[in-house]
């Protein structure tokens, strides 16, 4: 019996695992979701921080990240278009919570800004670890995507980690609560 393969991917490789082309899809909404609420995220501390703050090297740095998220999000908006997938009906709502979650963060102060920037990641790291493991060799245009993205966020991790994330004031239970949002995201967005 042969497995219908998505839209515009290349055919599996033997031994991959079957995904079929709703899970493909699914993939392709959930990382598209979640590029556009990354930036969002970044639009919401920028929005704060380059009001607030002096000129800072922290703030150079998440503008960096910022831009790096908008090249992520731009290359799923392009698959969501080629690949005709459709996108999560809760943009609007990811749009309002993650920009909301990057101002109340950076309304916190520097650290705190970072400390979400080390959840959010995370959470990524461990959502691109499991895509790219179930993708095996299916689709290797999707795999090489958010095989490139998983590296930049796991150095937008280490960034944030590096300056100083985990001297937030009250750094477990605020990266506790920021992953927690991220997963419930994660699971509705693959869904809705
Ligand atoms: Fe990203
Ligand atoms: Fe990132």
Redesign the pocket.
């Known amino acids: 019996m042969s497995v219908k393969q998505p839209r515009g991917a290349r055919p599996a490789l033997p031994g991959t695992p079957k995904l079929d082309e709703a899970d493909i899809e699914q993939m392709i909404r959930v990382d598209h979701a979640?590029?556009f609420g990354?930036l969002c995220i970044y639009e919401g501390q920028l929005a704060v921080l380059e009001r607030n703050s002096a000129a800072s090297t922290n703030v150079d740095a998440i503008k960096r990240m910022a831009e790096?998220?908008r090249t992520?999000?731009a290359a799923f908006e392009r698959m969501v278009k080629d690949r005709a997938v459709r996108p999560t009906a809760l943009e609007p709502l990811w749009h309002a919570a993650g920009y909301a979650l990057g101002a109340a963060t950076a309304l916190m102060g520097e650290k705190a800004a970072l400390a979400c920037t080390v959840a959010v990641e995370d959470v990524?790291d461990d959502h691109y670890a499991k895509q790219i493991e179930r993708l095996g060799n299916t689709d290797p245009e999707l795999r090489e995507t958010v095989a490139k993205?998983h590296r930049?966020?796991i150095e937008h991790r280490d960034e944030a980690l590096a300056r100083g994330a985990r001297e937030a004031p009250g750094y477990p239970l605020l990266a506790a609560a920021i992953r927690l949002s991220c997963r419930i995201a994660i699971s509705l967005s693959e869904r809705i």
């Open positions: 979640g590029e990354a790096q998220e992520h999000f990524i993205f930049d966020e």
